[in-house]
């Protein structure tokens, strides 16, 4: 059987690819495809083209252009991809593992940087929440969406299912918040998809790469497992800055224009921590990735 055709990435394997095809009648649900060429580099959500020919399968002939890509710092500091063409970040956190807000903090700032909406989801909500309760105040004071969930009893699932409708939205958050169920309350083929998914083209089972699932509403979600640790590309200079919206706006009244809000004289930042208008807790996570970036510099 020969053809071409369209469609987008499901899942990036080394040098396979899972496509879901445009035209699913006439090619199956998806299609298991080769890259040509070693330069081709392609992540989950890609839009890509392909062909058929007889006796060798499918093959990746190009990439579309991507409205935007999301990457993270590898362990040599270097940009990574994670997925590409997201409308959204849903970060989730959860009573149980502690919360790491400083990790939450980055992903919003990175998300902030590609001007992509941010929706926070408090999962597990059945148990205690008032240890956070004061975490998630601040957050929506700064004008972020947070949700509350229990999966496991499907607490919250219909708010957040319209919350994610239509659009593609990339799922992130520490091992043991409940994302997995979250995926399998979202989408109830999730458990099919996912045996599809976790084998590479070579036939090997694989839990870290970004995989997307189809959501009923005609959006997505792509569950990134292997992304739990993350900061913006040091080669976003002012990641920093203006990732934290509350700083970035206080950062107007500096005295001097390039204040890097680090102890600089006359910094309107450092005032408003100071009087509690900014968050301390907020304003440590900012520093931290400024540290980040000049150790990497």
Not at 232 to 237: E, G, I, K, V, Y
């Given at each position: 059987m020969n053809g071409a055709g369209g469609g987008v990435v499901l899942a990036s394997y080394g040098r396979g690819v899972l496509v879901q095809a445009d035209d699913a009648r006439a090619w199956g649900d998806t299609l298991r495809c080769s890259l040509k060429g070693r330069n081709q580099r392609i992540v989950c959500g890609d839009r890509v083209s392909w062909t058929i020919q007889p006796g060798q399968g499918a093959t990746i002939d190009a990439i579309e252009p991507r409205c935007n890509l999301i990457e993270r710092i590898d362990a040599r500091g270097r940009a990574e991809p994670v997925a590409a063409n997201i409308d959204r970040l849903c970060i989730v956190v959860a009573p149980e593992p502690v919360a790491d807000w400083f990790l939450v903090d980055r992903y919003w700032a990175g998300a902030a940087l590609k001007d992509i909406a941010t929706l926070l989801v408090v999962n597990k909500s059945d148990l205690d929440v008032t240890a956070i309760r004061a975490e998630l105040d601040t957050y929506r004071r700064l004008g972020l969406l947070c949700l509350e969930t229990a999966a496991s009893e499907g607490g919250g699932i219909e708010a957040l299912r319209t919350a994610l409708a239509a659009e593609v939205t990339?799922?992130?958050?520490q091992s043991g918040v409940g994302k997995s169920s979250l995926v399998n309350a979202l989408t109830p083929e999730a458990a099919a998809q996912t045996a599809e998914l976790t084998r590479d083209t070579e036939g090997r089972h694989t839990t870290t790469t970004a995989r997307?699932?189809?959501?009923q509403s005609g959006g997505a979600i792509v569950d990134a497992p292997g992304v739990r640790d993350f900061a913006?590309?040091?080669?976003?200079?002012r990641a920093a800055e203006r990732g934290f919206?509350?700083?970035h706006a206080a950062g107007a009244g500096c005295r001097f224009n390039d204040c890097r809000h680090m102890g600089e004289p006359g910094c309107s930042v450092r005032e408003q921590v100071l009087a509690g208008d900014i968050s301390a807790r907020r304003y440590e996570s900012y520093r931290r990735l400024i540290r980040l970036y000049e150790k990497l510099a």
């Open positions: 990339l799922l992130v958050g997307r699932y189809r959501l913006p590309p040091a080669s976003l200079q919206i509350e700083i």
